[in-house]
């Protein structure tokens, strides 16, 4: 099970910033897919970084909507993430911002929205392989930053369950879209980072023609 999370106090914030903010509680989120380039509500103090920890991301997970998203997954070959500051007020309140932005129902929070501290690395929440969160916390200590929260979902076939796709399967589902879900679906590959390389992307450019767009386009 996973431990309880206690918001830290201020005083275990670690090495605050002068200034009036601080004694703030600076907080980091990390990202890989649509969150860097749509990030909508997502309240942001600055712009993505392209320094996050080094983690296994793949297009695992197929979405309600027919699209094929990009989870962090253990079989996968690792990624430079993103990151960027969030403006927020505390750990409940990056959590919810996140779990909202990625319409993940509140009760599942506590699973799907990752979440860990700076100064004590098993004061984390959220599914995540052990050798992926002691990355993260690895990490954060090296960063200006107290906590850091991700997107958690695991992955998912176009038949549900949690059981991971292989790419075969994915690029079966991914043709028989049609319209919107369509269109959806490509955009969302084509509009992923270009530095999260990863086997599945390199065969979807292969075999769909859907290569990375460049400057937003």
């Known amino acids: 099970m996973n431990p309880v ?8 914030a670690a090495e605050p910033s002068k200034g009036p903010r601080s004694m703030a509680f600076r907080i980091g989120c990390l990202a ?32 309600l909507d027919g699209r094929v998203t990009l989870v962090i997954d253990p079989m996968a ?11 927020v007020e505390s750990l409940e309140e ?4 996140l779990g909202m932005r990625e319409k ?25 392989d052990p050798g992926v969160r002691r990355v993260i ?5 090296e960063r200006a930053l107290d906590a850091v929260v991700w997107t958690s979902l695991p ?6 369950g ?23 679906a490509e955009e969302y590959i084509r509009r992923a980072p270009e530095s999260i390389r990863t086997a599945y992307r390199m065969q979807f450019e292969e075999r769909l023609g859907w290569i990375p767009r460049r400057g937003g386009d």
């Open 77 to 87: 070959r690792e990624v430079r993430t993103h990151w960027v500051r969030l403006a």
């Open 162 to 184: 949690a059981k991971r796709p292989n790419c075969n399967q994915l690029v079966r589902h991914l043709k028989s879209l049609e319209g919107a879900a369509r269109d959806r």
């Open 32 to 63: 890989w897919g649509s969150l860097v380039w749509d990030p909508r509500t997502l309240p942001r103090a600055g712009g993505f970084q392209t320094d996050g920890p080094k983690l296994p991301i793949e297009f695992s997970r197929v979405a």
């Open 5 to 12: 999370f206690k918001q830290p106090s201020r005083e275990d």
């Open 155 to 160: 992955s998912r076939g176009a038949a549900g």
């Open 104 to 128: 993940i129902a509140p009760v599942m929070w506590p699973r799907w929205v990752g979440r860990q501290l700076r100064r004590d690395p098993m004061q984390g929440m959220g599914t995540a």
């Open 94 to 97: 990056a959590v919810a911002e």
């Open 137 to 141: 916390a690895d990490w954060l200590e």
